[in-house]
């Protein structure tokens, strides 16, 4: 009781210091979220054509909060095009008593169960310039239409992008907000993803940021990548390790990593960094990742990182220079 005091404390503090709660978040410095029409070939960047992310919202929150999406449909200035726009992606929300804890629905592949819980909005959307560089709102939803998680403090509610037809890549961000027409934070929230599906810069000066947050049962972690495409290379920093470097993945392929966890980086979030090389430069890269542990349970990726942005300290790690 007393670790998940330390770390909810943890939380609260982090996310109601933050000015937003964009999805991405600013620290993670990723342009859009990613998903294909299920027509598409997996070499676009997109493995399984669905995406699921969770909202949590502290028990104390009591007012209504809604969940904005920007550039839902599939077409115009924001999205990759393959051919002519034919492409339809429905967005789900779900609430309920296993919204979350669902086996399915904190894995990788959208199958099984990974739609647990009660419907409590959706709508499919193709091209249409309404919704170009524009907001759509789901909502409001009580936080108690969402499921109670203890360990969390609060309610969880859950949001899956699916790819139902077509080939285009639909580029898209999301934000939990107090307000159907703004932006406006829910004191205490975050997002988080067991995967993570998302747009690169095509800007080789700009990093972009996941923080998986590792757990006190944590021993060693599996950082798996998709379609990278040879750009450049894959860093993990913590307060512990100044640069673990990670293999990386080629067009269209998958490739895993093990390196172990080091005491002091139990508890904390890990900073996963993907550093673009400079030439030849590689345009519209789109990547998938995740993480997994020892026991083959994922880690979350939270936009919001428990415990701050990890900055390497070395003097808890002086002796682990060539790590």
């Known amino acids: 009781m007393k670790l998940k005091t330390i770390f909810f404390g943890c939380l609260y503090l982090i996310s109601t210091i933050c000015s937003a709660q964009p999805v991405p978040a600013g620290d993670e410095n990723i342009p859009y979220l990613m998903t294909f029409g299920n027509e598409a070939e997996t070499s676009w960047g997109d493995d399984d054509f669905s995406q699921t992310f969770f909202f949590l919202i502290p028990e104390t929150f009591k007012e209504p909060v809604f969940v904005r999406?920007?550039?839902?449909?599939?077409?115009?200035?924001?999205?990759?095009?393959?051919?002519?726009?034919?492409?339809?992606?429905?967005?789900?929300?779900?609430?309920?008593?296993?919204?979350?804890?669902?086996?399915?629905?904190?894995?990788?592949?959208?199958?099984?169960?990974?739609?647990?819980?009660?419907?409590?909005?959706?709508?499919?959307?193709m091209q249409n310039p309404r919704y170009d560089n524009n907001w759509y709102t789901f909502g409001p939803f009580n936080p108690t239409e969402?499921?109670?998680?203890?360990?969390?403090?609060?309610?969880?509610?859950?949001?899956?992008?699916?790819?139902?037809?077509?080939?285009?890549?639909?580029?898209?961000?999301?934000?939990?907000?107090?307000?159907?027409?703004?932006?406006?934070?829910?004191?205490?929230?975050?997002?988080?993803?067991?995967?993570?599906?998302?747009?690169?810069?095509?800007?080789?000066?700009?990093?972009?940021?996941?923080?998986?947050?590792?757990?006190?049962?944590?021993?060693?972690?599996?950082?798996?990548?998709?379609?990278?495409?040879?750009?450049?290379?894959?860093?993990?920093?913590?307060?512990?390790?100044?640069?673990?470097?990670?293999?990386?993945?080629?067009?269209?392929?998958?490739?895993?990593?093990?390196?172990?966890?080091?005491?002091?980086?139990?508890?904390?979030?890990?900073?996963?960094?993907?550093i673009k090389k400079k030439t030849p430069p590689v345009k519209n890269n789109n990547v998938v990742v995740n993480v997994r542990n020892q026991y083959n349970e994922l880690l979350p990726f939270y936009v919001l990182p428990i415990g701050g942005v990890p900055k390497y300290k070395y003097s808890i790690n002086a002796t682990r220079v060539n790590e």
């Not at 002519?84 to 979350?100: A, E, K, P």
Request: glycine share 10%.
């Open 146 to 274: 969402g499921e109670f998680v203890a360990k969390f403090g609060g309610y969880v509610i859950k949001i899956i992008a699916d790819g139902e037809a077509g080939n285009d890549g639909n580029l898209y961000r999301y934000f939990l907000s107090t307000s159907s027409t703004e932006n406006k934070p829910v004191e205490g929230g975050n997002a988080f993803a067991f995967e993570y599906s998302f747009r690169m810069h095509d800007d080789p000066n700009q990093i972009s940021h996941i923080y998986p947050y590792v757990d006190d049962r944590t021993i060693s972690v599996k950082l798996s990548n998709f379609d990278w495409d040879m750009d450049g290379f894959i860093r993990t920093v913590s307060i512990a390790r100044r640069g673990q470097m990670s293999k990386i993945s080629s067009d269209n392929s998958w490739v895993s990593d093990e390196f172990k966890i080091f005491d002091e980086e139990k508890n904390t979030s890990l900073d996963i960094q993907f």
């Open 69 to 125: 999406v920007f550039d839902p449909d599939i077409g115009g200035d924001v999205d990759e095009q393959n051919g002519t726009w034919d492409t339809r992606v429905t967005y789900s929300i779900y609430g309920g008593s296993i919204c979350y804890s669902d086996k399915d629905a904190m894995e990788t592949d959208p199958v099984g169960n990974y739609k647990s819980g009660n419907l409590l909005a959706s709508k499919t959307f």
